[in-house]
């Protein structure tokens, strides 16, 4: 009995000791993370979560505290979904620090699950994308800046990637060839091999760096 004691001391203090290295892990990483029981409700948040949020995270069982208002009925929604279903869960979502600013989160999980099938527990993570999603917002603001430039120029506008392929086209030159868009479609399929012959020495000059102007007919 004392030796069975002392095996079941032993393994005990693994068991703490590996608590002990996997709760510093999760405080160590810069995610914001989370553990929720088999019903959604959390039971679990690391360092991280606590320091971003602060006093903002007034109520452990509710996200409705730190999530922008605009974005907390979808986010619910979709929770609710993925916990009845017992599947994946993901979002982005602005999330209030203690600074009062919102910024982006993708937010996931994923449900643990028993011998049974039966969900024992949710471990999500939420992932600061604040600046990648508005360098995204900024590029598509100005793709469609570039896009009503030169759909008022009265000229063809296009350009094409080193394999050739169309990446853009203004309106002006869709309308001239009878068109919608050219985006994906090579130009030698689009021109015909006997143009695309004659005007393939100089799309090389182009790409090797050089800045040229040509003259060709084109039906």
Known sequence: IEERSQQ????????????????????????LFWISNPRG????????????????LKDLRSGQSVIHPDDYTEA??????????GGQFE???????????YRWHLARALPQFDAEGNITEWFGSCTDIHDQKEMRELALHNAKQLRMITDALPAL?????????YRFNNGAYADWHG???????????????KIYAVIQPNLARAFAGETLSFEEFMP
């Open 91 to 101: 979002t982005e979502c602005r999330i209030l620090n203690q600074k009062g600013e």
């Open 179 to 193: 068109v919608t868009d050219l985006v994906g479609t090579h130009i030698k399929d689009f021109l015909g091999e």
């Open 41 to 56: 409700l959390p039971s679990y948040i690391n360092k991280r979560f606590i320091e971003y949020c602060g006093p903002a």
């Open 8 to 31: 079941l001391n032993h393994a005990t203090q693994e068991i703490l000791e590996k608590d002990d290295h996997l709760r510093l892990l999760n405080d160590s990483v810069p995610q």
């Open 76 to 85: 619910l929604q979709l929770w609710k979904l993925s916990v009845a279903a």
């Open 157 to 165: 506008v296009s350009y094409i990637d080193p394999d050739h392929i």
